[in-house]
């Protein structure tokens, strides 16, 4: 008995032998209207030929019209409930425009491609969150609203060593110290310099820390490393520029160079030098200070350093505590720039930063007088430094390091006292620092790195 009766309920309709689904007026043998659907249709009983008209997907479908996706939740592609499955790769012809589109949420389980360039190609409005990867810095980096940040491209849990090194007890000494800077507590011995000195620069990235010049009698060439994790003594890494061993000079760093400028040489120097911190080799020329200059600090973001400038008076013949601050782009070379001034003149002063923030500390205001002052800057802008608080002592020849949070601030002389106090401060706040601990002697004369500070980016 039959179960379909033609024309009654139905929309198959046989019009002069031609069979219409769908429609009254066939137009072929068979006419559909519609999407049609089979089971079996491989193999005996199914459908063994079908021709792809309008309605089929080819394994490649190419799509000339526009599609627009209405605006969606975060996380949810709330215009779309299964209408479009994409089970392979999407290909985009090369030269065409996305426009002002934006995916909201994108799960990814191989790798994908970020845009990349130089910092000169940043886009001149992005959006903040923007991600890119920098070639000239090695990093990826994103858009905080206000400033291009690096990203940390390492585990970062055992870092935060801060690392003294050298100095005057008042003798000189090789001695290097370390703590963790996100702890409060004493200093505990490292190990020691190939040299005994004082006023030796410390850069570094996140495993090594590097040392450059000093003074044991004479200006060093010298330059030494460690590495950071681990405990021990230092290592020859090279030579500073020929005829520049220096004392008394500016130092800072990415997480691939360390920069060294200015200082004794035995008179003052105007250079600028450079090494790259994970090889072994002599420091190369970068460039020039404005004036030659001595007992200066810097310091760093991922990609710009900072120094604080005393000047030399040749008239005098004593150093005249100008506040000059000047920069440098450290991923490429030339001579620095001038920046802003300090809230006053000093010398011997120190240095330490996170990504956004630059601190400088204490100092000789005029000889001798000494100073407690700590001054800020944002590293991004220029400008002049403004008040941030103070020390817990006066001093000068003291040593500074950080973390992303943290400035910690060791040793230092007050006239012919030597002191062991360890203070530091929230570097994104303001006030008075605080006690952190003690070194294991009375030290001054000396600098400190650490594997966390600005220079190195991250967050």
């Known amino acids: 008995m039959p179960s379909i009766r033609i024309g009654f309920s139905t929309d198959l309709n046989l019009v002069n032998e031609q069979v219409g689904i769908g429609t009254t007026l066939p137009t072929a043998r068979l006419d559909v209207r519609g999407q049609i659907r089979a089971d079996n249709s491989t193999g005996s009983g199914g459908i063994s030929t079908l021709t792809a008209y309008d309605g089929f997907l080819h394994s490649q479908q190419g799509i000339g019209n526009t599609i627009s996706i209405a605006a969606t939740t975060k996380g949810n592609l709330n215009s779309l409930s299964g209408e479009i499955v994409i089970g392979a790769e999407v290909t985009v012809a090369a030269g065409t425009s996305i426009g002002a589109g934006r995916l909201d949420s994108l799960t990814v389980t191989s ?54 090194a050298g100095g005057a007890t008042p003798t000189r000494t090789s001695a290097i110290q370390y703590a963790t800077i996100s702890t409060l507590g004493n200093a505990s011995y490292f190990g020691n310099l190939t040299l005994t000195r004082s006023r030796t620069i410390a850069v570094g990235s996140e495993t090594r820390m590097v040392f450059g010049g000093g003074y044991d009698g004479a200006n060093q060439e ?71 200059t001595a007992q200066m600090r810097g310091l760093s973001s991922p990609t710009r350093g900072v120094f604080a400038e005393p000047q030399y008076n040749p008239g005098s013949g004593i150093l005249s505590n100008q506040p000059r601050m000047t920069f440098i782009t450290i991923a490429s070379t030339g001579n620095s720039v001038a920046f802003g001034d300090l809230t006053a003149g000093r010398r011997d002063h120190n240095a330490c930063s996170n990504t956004i923030r630059g601190i400088f500390v204490a100092g000789a ?47 230092g002389s007050n006239g012919p006292t030597f002191t062991n106090t360890i203070d530091f401060i929230s ?33």
Do not use: M
């Not at 130092?251 to 450079?274: D, H, K």
């Open 111 to 164: 790798t994908f491609d970020l845009p990349t360039g130089g910092s000169a190609n940043r886009e001149a409005t992005p959006e903040k969150g923007s991600t890119r990867f920098n070639q000239d810095l090695g990093q990826l980096e994103f858009y905080t609203g206000y400033e291009w940040r690096t990203v940390s491209s390492i585990d970062g849990s055992g870092r935060g060593r801060g690392i003294w």
């Open 222 to 292: 010298e330059v030494d490393y460690i590495t950071i994790a681990s405990q021990g003594n230092a290592i020859t890494f090279g030579t500073l520029l020929s005829g520049t061993g220096v004392g008394s000079h500016g130092g800072c760093s990415s997480s691939t160079r360390g920069i060294w400028a200015g200082g004794y040489s035995p008179g003052f120097t105007n250079v600028i030098q450079y090494v790259q911190i994970d090889t072994l080799g002599n420091a190369v020329d970068f460039g020039d200070l404005a004036r030659a």
């Open 365 to 411: 205001t005029d000889n001798p007088t000494n100073s407690n002052t700590i001054d800020y800057i944002t590293i991004a802008s220029t400008g002049n430094a403004q008040d941030f608080g103070d020390l817990t002592e006066v001093r000068r020849g003291l040593a500074a390091c950080s973390n992303s949070i943290r400035g910690v601030f060791a040793g």
């Open 427 to 459: 570097i994104n706040t303001f006030g008075n620092a605080q006690d952190f601990g003690d070194l294991t002697a009375t030290i001054g004369g000396f600098n400190a790195s650490s594997d966390s500070h600005g220079g190195l980016g991250g967050f």
